[in-house]
């Protein structure tokens, strides 16, 4: 997982003083290419991306990350949703939109809209869950403070 980062400044492109945008970072690296994908279904947050005057933490998980996960990105978490209905959960049109909203809600649960975000600081993300980061050893580990809406997600570390 990128760190969060260490302080709020855009950089320029070299020699032309564009600013770099968190679009052009995800990109750009491949290790996190999967997630950048999912980023790009949904238009608010590609602007969001776009746009260096907003201030946004991304914390993209890695393709390695997204692909050993229990559940597919956008299936229910819980899997309250997909269980009962098996393969057919993700089929027609409320099917789609079923896998559409959970996979929005996957992308949102990794975008917080504070940066820098200082070590202890506790923060929503979009989804409006509350996390916070600590160094560990030299390793930054985001927690989760659990509630009923985030049981089925884990720490991030």
Known sequence: MPSPPAHPSTPSSPGTGTSITLSDVIGSDRTINIFAGFTRDFAPL??????????????????????????????DPSGQEHEPLG???????KGQERARSNLRRFV???????????????????????LWWE???GVKVVRVVHTPKTSAYRDLD
């Open 108 to 130: 949102e649960a990794h975008v917080v809209t504070r940066s820098p975000w200082e070590e202890g600081e506790k923060v929503q993300t979009l989804t409006g869950e509350t």
């Open 87 to 93: 393969a057919a959960a993700d089929e027609g049109e």
């Open 135 to 137: 160094d560990k050893g």
């Open 46 to 75: 590609s602007q969001r991306f776009e746009d260096s005057k907003l201030n946004t933490t991304i914390l993209a998980p890695m393709n390695s990350a997204i692909m050993a996960l229990d559940r597919k990105a956008w299936e």
